[in-house]
């Protein structure tokens, strides 16, 4: 089993749509919850992180982690063809420690 | 400004042929990854160091080498032992002990392809 699992898509909405991304994971002693935007043959980017339970709000973006499900989730609120990218969500167990990543969900915005 | 800087862009190799790929970083990081990245699989870990002269294989090490001369290089080295070896490569770093807010710096990537 892999320790973080999300589902690679496609996922395609339209213009102005929330989007929900998620990812599970298996490791309890996860505490860093990150999500990553990734365009077509650029290097990931980071969004958002969080650390333990709970949201964070950036503009559009949300992110929310509940420890007690092993559930990481992404929202994107008013969503824009500049939106559309690769969203990879990766966890640790420390801080500055190795992140193990999910598989990345591919998202299309249509205009 | 301060980034990583990955090369080439796009190489190609010979069957049996070693090849390296380049990353280089003037972020003062302490700790620098190599990625594989495949459809559908997302990003596996090849090797990792966290400081100068000391690394430690990843997920899937096998046909790969690597060197920490220095602490702004991170060279990759694949094998002709990878057996495939055709992929999108990465390399992030990380100052150690930044927190949460630290996360990854990836370079472009490199795109390798067998011929």
């Known amino acids: 089993q892999k320790e973080v699992e999300q589902d690679p898509g496609p996922l395609s909405v339209p213009e102005g749509a929330i989007v929900s991304l998620n990812c599970t994971y298996s490791?309890?002693?996860?505490?860093?919850f990150m999500w990553y935007r990734q365009y077509s043959r650029k290097g990931p980017e980071l969004l958002m992180y969080?650390?333990?339970?709970g949201n964070k709000e950036d503009g559009r973006f949300t992110a929310q982690v509940d420890k007690s499900s092993k559930y990481i989730s992404l929202f994107i609120r008013d969503s824009q063809p500049s939106d559309s990218a690769t969203y990879l969500c990766?966890?640790?167990?420390?801080?500055?420690?190795?992140?193990?990543f999910g598989e990345g969900t591919q998202l299309t915005v249509n205009p | 400004d301060g980034g990583i800087t990955q090369s080439p862009k796009y190489l190609f190799r010979k069957e049996g042929q070693n090849v390296t790929l380049s990353c280089e970083q003037n972020?003062?990081?302490?700790?620098m990854y190599w990625y594989r990245q495949d459809p559908g699989q997302g990003l596996r870990l090849i090797y990792y160091?966290?400081?100068?002269?000391d690394f430690q294989k990843g997920d899937i090490a096998e046909g790969y080498s690597v060197s920490r001369e220095k602490k702004e290089s991170f060279p990759l080295t694949v094998t002709s032992a990878q057996k495939n070896p055709t992929a999108f490569y990465l390399c992030?770093?990380?100052?150690w002990g930044t927190g949460p807010t630290g996360g990854y710096t990836f370079g472009s990537g490199t795109r390798l392809t067998v011929v």
């Open positions: 990766a966890s640790s167990e420390t801080s500055g420690s190795r992140l193990t």
């Open positions: 490791n309890s002693a996860f505490q860093y």
């Open positions: 969080t650390y333990s339970s």
């Open positions: 972020l003062n990081h302490d700790a």
């Open positions: 160091s966290q400081i100068v002269n």
């Open positions: 992030a770093s990380t100052a």
